[in-house]
Every structure is written in C-alpha cells, then in structure tokens.
C-alpha cells in the first residue's frame, strides 16, 4: 500500500497564509493524481484541489479558486497545498489522497489516503 505522510498544519490568523506538504512513499507516480480534500467540525468531506503527476493539470473547488494553488515537487515526491488569504470556514482537518482516475473532486477516485493535518483559522 502507498502511504502519504500530511504536515503543515497548525493555528493561523484569518488573512495569513499556511504550506500543506504531502508526502507520497511510492518510487513512481506516473499516472496518479494527488488531491487534497477537507472535513469541517460539523460537515462532510469536501474536494479542495487536485493535481495530475505527469500533465500537472488541475482542479479546484470554487471555495478555494483564487485563494489556493496546488503544486507538485517530483524530485521529492511531495505535493504542496499553498494556501492564501484564509479564512475561518477554512478550518478542518485537511487530508491528501492519491489515485488513477485523474484530477476527480470525487472521493471515490482516490484509493490511498494519509491520516490528516489540523489547520485552525482563527479571528
């Protein structure tokens, strides 16, 4: 089983911004799209952002389009989650999963997911 390690998470002030990592530990991940999705208190899980490994092409929920930018480092393994201007509704606990069925905002298109990272938006 692949496994995506999160880090980045932490407590910020609403107009700051904060860098999410995910760390994929799988040697090749040609043909896999990494997104990243999010879980409010109170809330179900929702699509944030995605990205494909080789084309790079995208997808963002319209919550976050304009505020956030997926990127990926291939010599790391690593896709980053660059977060701008938050706001509180931003608050969850922020997970990244990977999967073959492209850049998808379903959940279901994702097969491996790490174990989440807190981020706290505070006024």
């Known amino acids: 089983q692949v496994q995506l390690v999160e880090s980045g998470g932490g407590l910020v002030q609403t107009g700051e911004s904060l860098r999410l990592s995910c760390v994929v530990s799988?040697?090749?991940?040609?043909?896999?799209?990494v997104g990243w999705f999010r879980q409010p208190p109170g809330k179900e899980r929702q699509f944030v952002a995605a990205?494909?490994?080789?084309?790079?092409?995208?997808n963002y929920a319209d919550s976050v389009k304009g505020r956030f930018d997926i990127v990926r480092d291939r010599a790391q393994n690593t896709v980053y989650l660059k977060m701008n201007n938050l706001k509180t509704e931003d608050t969850a606990v922020y997970y990244c999963?990977?999967?073959?069925?492209?850049?998808?905002?379903?959940?279901?298109?994702?097969?491996?997911w790490g174990q989440g990272t807190q981020v706290t938006v505070s006024s």
């Open positions: 990205i494909h490994w080789n084309a790079a092409n995208t």
């Open positions: 999963a990977a999967g073959v069925r492209g850049v998808t905002a379903a959940a279901d298109g994702y097969m491996y």
């Open positions: 799988r040697r090749s991940l040609d043909g896999f799209a």
